[in-house]
């Protein structure tokens, strides 16, 4: 008999207008890594939501250790030695790392008084074993997603759970992170646990995991040995259709710059330095510019500099042949008065830049992305809702809205209960993402800023996502791409500039490195010489 530490049986979870969950079984052999696969929206979620005791069944039955046994809550869960890391972290922004870890399993004396620094020792040695390098100090506010991240894995690992739950725990971490994720997660097995790993990443699923089931709308396609199959079939399964795993694309054809970055700094007050130092690029129409690097190096800083979510210290942001009339969506230039100039974006606004010619898909979905708790259809016109086509004279025009949203959520496969009236907390991050890549995509600017574009997405959504890129490159427009996926760095980058401690230490042809030499970049263990970057004289007399 099969040595099952959990058995989901016939699992079947709905929703209002979608069956999440349709007649689903899973087995977790005890001492295993058991991947489960799926495209966005397929139910891996829900399934483990149900495990956890987020959500409670319609139908089937839970066995631990071959007894039936019932999860209403979280709390049933953790008592069963069941825990979660969430891919939308369950953090409180205004407490700090270590007040998040011991949040609900707070270490009292017998009067009730709290003794946090009873633990930090040994959440300390957890950081150490498991190689994360955290400040428990610094409130969760001010961390990247990378460290939250490590602050929820830590808070299960504090809790001592031996039925683990990775819920696409790679999403915001960089290859060196996975990596020492991979190895800790080996190390938990040898110490007694078993984990349910839920990834997009078929790489990843190949390297670590034991078998895995593959859910596609809800049900389940079956149960493979990692060792009798391969990335090809896996992908098979999930999308029911071959997958082109690296785009098909031509020879790039650079054209005039798009947009000009001149001694760019960015300080940092929760650092209190400089996170991104005197950088200068450009990005050029029908090329696909990445930023590569470890997380940390200012490249979010650099984003957000460029985009207005941050105020940069010193340097100029310039966006070349603005049209002025674009400048005011509200009315249209007359035939014969298009003025096109210069625009130095560090003297106007995050909706100015939009309406200048700017489409931002940023890294963090929730924080700069959506309004959770509004609909999809007034999500996909957040930064348009004021122009003609979607307001008149300050009303707005709710019907072509909902035609807009449904055609986007069409064209984008995105997938939700209802539709564009879908509330977007609702939707699993796979389409909340696919929503945003939808938005900017569409608004067909002149620059794409791309961060992260196809994090949490399946491998049918990534290949679509990617030809869209590399149809707007071909279209003559300009792509910043900032990415931590080094294969999707080498698949689409036309020039990659790496950064390190906040400066370019190097700018490479994709097609003459190596992600080796790349490695060597964003270690700072190589740098290149002359990094200076000349730029042809602006007229200043054209900046606006």
């Known amino acids: 008999m099969e040595d099952y530490v959990i ?227 896996l992908s098979r399964m999930m999308v029911g259709r071959d997958v082109q795993l690296v785009i098909d694309k031509k020879e790039a054809k650079p054209g005039k710059s798009v947009l000009s970055v001149e001694n760019l700094s960015v300080h940092s007050p929760v650092k209190h330095k400089d996170v991104v130092k005197n950088v200068s690029f450009e990005c050029r129409a029908g090329e696909v510019t990445c930023i590569a690097g470890i997380e940390g190096n200012g490249q979010s800083e650099l984003v957000y500099g460029i985009s207005g979510l941050m105020p940069t210290s010193h340097g100029n942001i310039i966006l070349h042949d603005v049209d002025e009339a674009s400048l005011n969506k509200r009315h249209h230039a007359k035939d014969g008065e298009e003025h096109f100039a210069d625009l130095d974006l560090s003297k106007y606004s995050i909706r ?45 025009r709710r019907k072509n809205i909902r035609k807009y949203s449904d055609s986007l959520i069409k064209k984008f496969d995105v997938r939700s209960g209802k539709g564009s009236d879908s509330l977007v907390r609702s939707m699993s ?22 961060v992260q574009p ?24 300009a792509v910043l791409l900032v990415s931590f996926e080094l294969d999707e760095v080498m698949n689409l980058s036309d020039r990659i500039l790496v950064m390190y401690e906040g400066e370019i230490v190097a700018d490479v042809d994709p097609k003459r490195t190596n992600v080796q030499e790349l490695g060597l970049y964003m270690s700072g263990a190589k740098k290149m010489n002359n990094m200076k970057i000349k730029y042809s004289q602006i007229n200043k007399e054209k900046i606006l």
């Open 7 to 233: 058995e989901m049986r016939h699992i079947t979870k709905e929703f209002p207008g979608i069956k999440a969950n349709d007649d689903v079984t899973i087995q977790l052999r005890r001492g295993e890594i058991h991947a489960l696969l799926g495209e966005n929206g397929a139910g891996k979620s829900t399934l483990m939501s149900v495990l956890f005791g987020l959500y409670v069944a319609d139908k089937g039955d839970i066995y631990k250790d071959g007894k039936k046994v019932e999860i209403k809550n979280p709390n049933d869960a953790n008592r069963l030695g069941i825990g979660m890391v969430h891919q939308h972290f369950m953090l409180v922004e205004c407490f700090t790392g270590l007040e998040n870890i011991i949040l609900g399993a707070e270490p009292t004396d017998k009067l009730g008084f709290l003794h946090s620094k009873r633990v930090r020792s040994e959440i300390d040695e957890l950081c150490r074993k498991f190689k994360f390098d955290v400040d428990l100090d610094t409130k969760v506010s001010d961390m990247t997603v990378g460290m939250q991240q490590k602050i929820e894995i830590l808070k299960m690992l504090y809790r001592k759970n031996n039925i683990l739950i990775f819920d696409e725990p790679t999403a915001v971490l960089t290859p060196q992170e996975i990596d020492n994720l991979m190895t800790s997660m080996k190390k938990l097995i040898k110490e007694g646990c078993s984990i349910i790993f839920i990834s997009h990443k078929l790489k990843e699923i190949m390297a670590v995991a034991d078998c895995c089931t593959v859910l596609r709308k809800g049900k389940c396609m079956g149960t493979v040995n990692i060792k009798d199959t391969n990335v090809h079939a």
């Open 352 to 396: 100015k830049r939009n309406m200048a010619g700017i489409s931002h898909i940023p890294e963090d979905r929730h924080k700069y992305g959506l309004i959770l708790d509004f609909d999809l259809k007034t999500n996909m016109v957040l930064q348009r809702y004021f122009e003609p086509e979607f307001s008149n004279h300050g009303w707005i």
């Open 429 to 450: 991050g796979g389409n909340q993402q696919k929503a945003i890549v939808a938005r900017e995509i569409d608004r067909n600017t002149n620059l794409l800023i791309a």
């Open 454 to 477: 196809t994090r949490g997405l399946d491998v049918g959504a990534i290949e679509y996502i990617h030809k869209q890129i590399i149809a707007m490159r071909d279209a003559g427009k």
